[in-house]
């Protein structure tokens, strides 16, 4: 496939002090202050990575991106760079405080790799979009806007409260009996690290979206996967319904929209973790390869939480 390369850049005034400027620009917030957007950090260093961070995306389907620092030239500029894109890096963002006489300036530089075919309308929304995003920091640089909550801010909670609707779903499930109480089962499941501590050579960090609620309808989950090729990958979960110690159902935030039922019941010898995935039929002639390739992810994920559980260094 034909690809270009997309140059956008846009200079805007700010009545602020350059260190001002600075504060803001180097922050979380800055990623937040874009149209349509919502940047949380991931805690903890990850080998490989600066300042890793999941950008969640309103715009369309919802989704969420990877990014890290590329190169920062303290209190000059900062450059982000996506880590999800194949290849790695294939967006740049680059945002630099220039001193003036009165003030200082914001200066944004995009650059963004795309089809040929959509370089016209990808150079047109990255005009708009920094148009907008450069008058939002300095709305914020010169006290005019609040800086952007740390939190999830209720317009992108209300949008990821929609619950897509599964046409005709496919199920596959798998179950494990795992000698231990239905509260250390539950507690287990409910954990997001868990995943990391199943699949450690994958997942590199697992976490909860700040500002989502915590074991009840509406909270939200997120986890870090690690790829060749110096890829990162993020998928968020939302909790659609939950009746505590007995069943969860979790909805991935963004296409394919699939669902994963975890369903906990006591049993003789412990109790019983039955996982069911369960997406949208289609027209997809290798269907049945895919059904197999989910039961068997999920039969490794029940057998995880199992040795887990069971482990006597269980945390």
Known sequence: MLEATVRVEREQPVDAAPEKVWELVRSMAALSAMPERFAFAVPGPLAGTDRLCCLLVRTGNMHCAVLDV?????DQAICWQTRNTQPSGRQLVRLSVLPRSAGSAIHVAVSDVV??????QYD???RSHLEEWTGRLQAIAENRMPWPSATLPAEMREAAAIRPPLERPVRVSAGVLIKAAVPDVW????????VRLIDPEHVAYAGHVPGTPEQEAGEM???VRRHPGDRFTAAVHVVRELTREQQAVTQHLGPPHDEVVHTITPARGGTCLELECRWSADTHRHDRKRK??????????AEGY??????????
């Open 70 to 74: 590329r190169d920062e030239v303290p």
């Open 115 to 120: 089809p040929w075919s959509t370089k016209g």
């Open 124 to 126: 047109r929304f990255w």
């Open 187 to 194: 507690a287990a499941v409910w954990a997001a690290e868990s």
């Open 221 to 223: 989950q997120y986890m």
């Open 292 to 301: 197999d390739s989910v039961a068997k992810k999920l039969r490794a994920m």
């Open 306 to 315: 199992r040795d887990m559980v069971e482990s006597p260094d269980a945390p």
